[in-house]
């Protein structure tokens, strides 16, 4: 028997262990927000490609394996961190090639027969009005497609920051103080929830990063103020079943107390 055929043997009979730990396990969580990094490491260091694109293009389809993995055990909202509003930042040539994948990403996604089978909401978060017109038009297609659809919900955000997030919420508060509509005194915690990029949205439950690296990285920062946070070493791309079920797995043994 081959080392291949013995591994794949191995491999599959510990995520049937895992498949029934997280069964057995308890409460599953009901949003997950994954922070998708390592597609230029992947690149570089497992496919050789210096300029990351192909890592990149590993990353976009590992997205759709995840959102089934999810539907399949029972997890409804999933948010993915795409492109923040630092990643601007990057070489003209990266986020040009990056902005064109998100066009394509979206359009894709809403035609997709797992999305369109399971009911999937495909929607965008972020500061918008600054990405380029194709993409813009990708996130519109995608959500004449999907925009009907309240069974899942995958959101991507894009063009996003936490901190940005916030001040433009507190923004469109004070804008309502200073046209009388609201008072000071009615601001509170909900209503800062309400004027946020995913109002409508539940908190996460579980926020998860690939790559090892062990930061937030401006991402949801309002919403996870009582998620369970998982680092895992593996790259995005590499992102395997075993990874999320271990994650779920170890979610299930925390205990909160939410400061009782």
């Given at each position: 028997?081959?080392?291949?055929?013995?591994?794949?043997?191995?491999?599959?009979?510990?995520?049937?262990?895992?498949?029934?730990?997280?069964?057995?396990?308890?409460?599953?969580?009901?949003?997950?927000?994954?922070?998708?990094?390592?597609?230029?490491?992947?690149?570089?260091?497992?496919?050789?490609?210096?300029?990351?694109?192909?890592?990149?293009?590993?990353?976009?389809?590992?997205?759709?394996?995840?959102?089934?993995?999810?539907?399949?055990?029972?997890?409804?909202?999933?948010?993915?961190?795409?492109?923040?509003?630092?990643?601007?930042?990057?070489?003209?040539?990266?986020?040009?090639?990056?902005?064109?994948?998100?066009?394509?990403?979206?359009?894709?996604?809403?035609?997709?027969?797992?999305?369109?089978?399971?009911?999937?909401?495909?929607?965008?978060?972020?500061?918008?009005?600054?990405?380029?017109?194709?993409?813009?038009?990708?996130?519109?297609?995608?959500?004449e497609r999907?925009?009907?659809?309240?069974?899942?919900?995958?959101?991507?955000?894009?063009?996003?920051?936490?901190?940005?997030?916030?001040?433009?919420?507190?923004?469109?508060?004070?804008?309502?103080?200073?046209?009388?509509?609201?008072?000071?005194?009615?601001?509170?915690?909900?209503?800062?929830?309400?004027?946020?990029?995913?109002?409508?949205?539940?908190?996460?439950?579980?926020?998860?990063?690939?790559?090892?690296?062990?930061?937030?990285?401006?991402?949801?920062?309002?919403?996870?103020?009582?998620?369970e946070l998982?680092?895992?070493?593996?790259?995005?791309?590499?992102?395997?079943?075993?990874?999320?079920?271990?994650?779920?797995?170890?979610?299930?043994?925390?205990?909160?107390?939410?400061?009782?």
């Open positions: 028997m081959s080392p291949g055929v013995v591994e794949k043997k191995v491999y599959s009979a510990y995520e049937r262990k895992l498949m029934k730990e997280v069964a057995k396990g308890g409460k599953m969580p009901k949003h997950i927000a994954i922070i998708m990094d390592g597609n230029r490491r992947y690149a570089t260091e497992i496919l050789g490609d210096t300029e990351g694109q192909e890592g990149h293009l590993a990353g976009k389809a590992k997205l759709l394996e995840v959102a089934e993995w999810c539907i399949n055990i029972g997890i409804p909202y999933i948010t993915v961190y795409a492109f923040s509003t630092e990643n601007f930042n990057r070489t003209d040539k990266e986020v040009e090639f990056l902005m064109d994948l998100a066009a394509e990403s979206f359009r894709e996604m809403a035609d997709n027969e797992l999305v369109q089978k399971n009911k999937i909401r495909i929607q965008a978060l972020g500061n918008l009005e600054i990405l380029p017109d194709n993409v813009r038009e990708a996130i519109e297609y995608a959500r999907t925009g009907q659809f309240t069974e899942h919900v995958m959101s991507v955000c894009i063009a996003y920051g936490g901190r940005q997030e916030i001040v433009e919420a507190t923004r469109r508060i004070a804008c309502r103080v200073r046209d009388g509509e609201i008072s000071p005194e009615d601001i509170n915690e909900e209503m800062v929830t309400d004027h946020l990029y995913s109002s409508g949205l539940p908190d996460p439950d579980l926020v998860l990063r690939t790559s090892g690296e062990v930061r937030i990285s401006n991402f949801l920062l309002w919403q996870l103020a009582y998620s998982y680092f895992s070493d593996v790259y995005w791309p590499g992102f395997r079943y075993i990874d999320l079920l271990r994650a779920i797995r170890t979610y299930q043994q925390r205990v909160r107390r939410y400061g009782a």
